[in-house]
């Protein structure tokens, strides 16, 4: 990973439509995640951003957190265990 | 005498969750033991695989418990859940709390396994018996989890 690589988790169906349980994107720019998303994750996810819970270095957190590099970001499905 | 939280790929050991929760002090232990049903509603499954962010499951796990002393007069905590492959009949999740009395007891398990459900990142996928394999959590599909 670069300066500016963060590092991005899928799980359950999101893993499977993004075909990667883990994925590492370099960013030209500051970005919130809600700009990630919409830059990079909402075509392969095919869901909305209010579909999904965010946390980074496993803490919950806003859409309008500002990634950081060497961030890890988890997109979180609704949770189904039990 | 202790407090214990775990996500595993390994069977679930009750004998030795209720020697960790076993306190002299206490009178009362209630064990809540989720397992994999044959069926989710009325379609015949042959087991699930259960997805998790593991470490992030197991701190959720740990803040549940430490809830649950706050909230209820319990002595001991041990959450366990079971992650990957299971088939029918295995256990899946477990919630064992130690009290002085039942009723705490009781109350502390159910708000437990309650807010395992609900709040750790872990995803089940149903095995169908026609062969065929679906996330419970994924948009297309039907009915709502409980």
């Known amino acids: 990973m670069t300066n500016n690589g963060i590092t991005v988790l899928f799980f359950s169906f999101a893993a499977d439509r993004m075909n990667a349980r883990e994925k590492i994107y370099e960013l030209p720019e500051p970005l919130?995640?809600?700009e990630f998303f919409q830059q990079y994750l909402s075509t392969g996810l095919r869901e909305p951003l209010e579909s999904w819970l965010f946390s980074v270095n496993e803490?919950?957190?806003d859409p309008q957190y500002n990634l950081?590099?060497?961030d890890a970001l988890a997109v979180v499905p609704p949770v189904s265990g039990g | 005498m202790v407090d214990y939280y775990?996500?595993?790929e390994d069977s679930i050991d009750i004998t030795e969750a209720?020697?960790?929760i076993d306190d002299p002090a206490t009178g009362a232990q209630a064990i809540f033991l989720g397992t994999v049903r044959d069926e989710y509603e009325g379609r015949k499954s042959l087991g699930l695989y259960y997805d998790a962010y593991p470490t992030m499951a197991q701190t959720h796990l740990k803040k549940i418990g430490e809830a649950m002393k706050q909230e209820f007069a319990i002595s001991h905590v041990v959450i366990i859940h079971r992650i990957g492959e299971l088939p029918v009949g295995a256990a899946s999740v477990l919630v064992a709390v130690s009290a002085a009395h039942r009723e705490a007891a009781f109350a502390a398990a159910k708000a437990g396994i309650d807010r395992v459900k609900s709040e750790v990142p872990i995803w089940k996928k149903e095995h169908?018996?026609?062969g065929s394999s679906e996330w419970h959590d994924h948009p297309d599909h039907s009915g709502n989890v409980e």
Do not use: H, Y
Request: proline share 6%; no cysteine.
């Open chain 1, 59 to 61: 803490e919950w957190v």
């Open chain 2, 18 to 20: 209720l020697t960790m």
């Open chain 1, 32 to 34: 919130s995640i809600q």
């Open chain 1, 68 to 70: 950081r590099p060497g």
């Open chain 2, 128 to 130: 169908w018996a026609d």
């Open chain 2, 6 to 8: 775990l996500i595993t």
